[in-house]
């Protein structure tokens, strides 16, 4: 059987749960037609993250990688497209980390695509009723850092895997505690939508030609 590789991460920020962590943990098991579900959650600190991705790369073979962060303030499910080659953290990480206009691998290109097919997943999940897009940067924190290093990862060791990144709301409780207006998304809606989107980039070998792109 074919193992896909969820990843969500622990709390950061002060936030005492991480929405990531709790959706990917409920498809932990899970079957996909022939694919398998592991879900794992990865510390939120610089380097630490990515030797975590990089030994359940090695444990679980996965042909399909979707990672998962909070991005607090997003309204909507985020298929992030590209990941940079930057670190510049705006608060420490939780080993009291802050890097700062530091690449995250050096004489490593200045950025990589995702090899998702975001569009499908983000029509998709419309179609749901989820709302969703396509992102065009991922930040410079820790989610960026492991995309980033994911993606440079399946390059290098030449992985037949496929592997993006998505951005996930606040959950309702966490927007509680934001200033008014602050968006959130309820868990069961999270986790339908991560479902949703792996089921889409399974039947999707090529992404839809469809503009997700934007203005400004
Ligand atoms: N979100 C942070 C790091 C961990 C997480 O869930 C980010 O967007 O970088």
Same mark, same amino acid.
């Given at each position: 059987? =074919?193992?896909?590789?969820?990843? $969500?991460?622990?709390?950061?920020?002060?936030?005492? @749960?991480? !929405?990531?962590?709790?959706?990917?943990?409920?498809?932990?098991?899970?079957?996909?037609?022939?694919?398998?579900?592991?879900?794992?959650?990865?510390?939120?600190?610089?380097?630490?993250? @990515?030797?975590?991705? =990089?030994? *359940? @790369? &090695?444990?679980?073979? !996965?042909?399909?990688?979707?990672?998962?962060?909070?991005?607090?303030?997003?309204? *909507?499910?985020?298929?992030?497209?590209?990941?940079?080659? #930057?670190? /510049?953290?705006?608060?420490?990480?939780?080993?009291?980390?802050? !890097?700062?206009?530091?690449?995250?691998?050096?004489?490593?290109?200045?950025?990589?695509?995702?090899?998702?097919?975001? =569009?499908?997943?983000?029509?998709?999940?419309?179609?749901?009723? @989820? !709302?969703?897009?396509?992102?065009?940067?991922?930040?410079?924190?820790?989610?960026?850092?492991?995309?980033? $290093?994911?993606?440079?990862?399946?390059?290098?060791? *030449?992985?037949?895997?496929?592997?993006?990144?998505?951005? +996930?709301?606040?959950?309702?409780?966490? &927007?509680?505690?934001?200033?008014?207006?602050?968006?959130?998304?309820?868990?069961?809606?999270?986790?339908?939508?991560?479902? +949703?989107?792996?089921? &889409?980039? #399974?039947?999707?070998?090529? /992404?839809?030609?469809?503009?997700?792109?934007?203005?400004?």
């Amino acid at each position: 059987m =074919k193992t896909i590789l969820l990843t $969500g991460f622990e709390p950061f920020g002060g936030e005492p @749960l991480n !929405p990531s962590w709790e959706a990917v943990r409920q498809l932990d098991g899970q079957r996909r037609g022939d694919h398998l579900i592991r879900a794992v959650q990865l510390s939120c600190a610089f380097g630490q993250a @990515l030797t975590e991705l =990089k030994t *359940e @790369l &090695a444990r679980h073979q !996965p042909v399909l990688v979707l990672a998962v962060g909070q991005a607090g303030g997003r309204s *909507e499910l985020s298929l992030e497209r590209v990941a940079i080659n #930057l670190d /510049d953290a705006r608060i420490s990480d939780n080993a009291g980390a802050q !890097p700062i206009d530091s690449s995250i691998v050096a004489e490593g290109p200045a950025a990589y695509f995702t090899t998702l097919p975001i =569009k499908a997943m983000v029509a998709a999940l419309r179609e749901a009723g @989820l !709302p969703a897009a396509v992102s065009h940067s991922a930040g410079t924190y820790v989610c960026n850092h492991l995309f980033y $290093g994911l993606m440079h990862e399946i390059v290098q060791g *030449e992985l037949r895997c496929r592997g993006g990144f998505l951005h +996930i709301p606040y959950l309702p409780e966490q &927007a509680a505690r934001q200033p008014a207006g602050t968006p959130s998304m309820g868990l069961p809606q999270i986790v339908q939508g991560v479902g +949703i989107a792996l089921d &889409a980039a #399974l039947h999707h070998e090529r /992404d839809l030609v469809i503009s997700g792109g934007t203005t400004h």
